[in-house]
């Protein structure tokens, strides 16, 4: 049996109930929420505690949207400006090599959460794509989530 270690998901396992509501409005409302990078007066930039590939960040609007055409300018403007300054830091503290970033609109355009507006942007690496996924349906995350918030949080200073 082949074994991949991840530490970080005790928390997760150990969870008695589900939190309700919404994980971004929830990270809105909480500054010192662990995942959260950085929050603007519209706008949240957050860790996917599930990520595709290490450093993944969540950009979303403060208010709870469900699509962009709902977006006020001011509310896209910030949310453009939050997706460039979270690339800065990724670029600074973990130094990619590319990037995938988008909206998933929908379920059936793949979004996991549907209620709230939400843009992706993860890190890509010559070689982070490799056998893992295709022969075991596994995916290798090299870093700790409390790590990364740390460096990602300090890459700018």
């Known amino acids: 049996m082949d074994r991949l270690w991840a530490p970080w998901r005790i928390n997760y396992i150990r969870r008695k109930k589900k939190e309700k509501g919404c994980i971004f409005c929830r990270a809105g409302k909480d ?5 959260v ?3 603007t007066q519209l ?3 957050m860790l996917n505690i599930y990520p595709y590939n290490n450093g993944h960040l ?3 609007p403060l208010r709870h949207l469900r699509d962009i055409s709902q977006l006020k300018d001011d509310e896209m403007l910030d949310l ?3 997706l460039a300054r979270a690339k800065k830091l990724l ?3 973990l130094k990619p090599q590319g ?3 988008g909206f998933n609109l929908g379920h059936f355009g793949g979004a996991g959460i549907t209620g709230h507006l939400h843009l992706h942007i993860v890190p890509r690496w010559s070689g982070d794509t490799n056998f893992m996924p295709v022969i075991s349906d596994t995916k290798i995350i090299s870093q700790s989530l409390e790590e990364l918030v740390k460096r990602l949080k300090n890459a700018d200073r």
């Open 31 to 35: 500054r010192a929420a662990p995942c």
């Open 37 to 39: 990078i950085f929050k």
């Open 99 to 101: 990037y995938n970033v």
């Open 91 to 93: 670029r600074i503290a």
């Open 58 to 60: 969540l950009v979303s």
């Open 80 to 82: 453009f400006k939050c």
């Open 43 to 45: 706008s949240v930039v």
